[in-house]
Nanobody, 122 residues
């Protein structure tokens, strides 16, 4: 059983940056693909980025490509989401997730964190 705890959310202005962290425990972190998703009020949870077991293979949603960077530190059992040039439409609860297969689909991830709120004011 893997436990995931996100941190780093907050209230920022448009154009600012934030770095989210997701600390994992209870499993072999390096064996999991990790993803970041977000959910805005009244909307479905959507894919943001994922990273495979290796450090070099990543994927991004078009809405964040070029602004967000996902990375992982297997020695620290932590995955990060560096968010630059934030926009009001990035406002959402951000979740990290762990799964066996790198994918952009919510249903393919087994373990989820509790989420961290990111609010971007204009």
């Amino acid at each position: 059983q893997v436990q995931l705890v996100e941190s780093g959310g907050g209230l920022v202005q448009a154009g600012d940056s934030l770095r989210l962290s997701c600390a994992a425990s209870g499993g072999t972190f390096s064996s999991y693909a990790m993803g970041w998703f977000r959910q805005a009020p009244g909307k479905e949870r959507e894919f943001v980025a994922d990273i495979r077991w290796s450090y070099t293979i990543t994927r991004y949603a078009d809405a964040v490509k070029g602004r967000f960077t996902i990375s992982r530190d297997n020695a620290k059992n932590t995955v990060y989401l560096q968010m630059n040039s934030l926009k009001p439409e990035d406002t959402a609860v951000y979740y990290c997730a762990a799964g066996q297969t790198p994918t952009n689909r919510v249903r393919d991830y087994t373990y989820w964190g509790q989420g961290t709120q990111v609010t971007v004011s204009s």
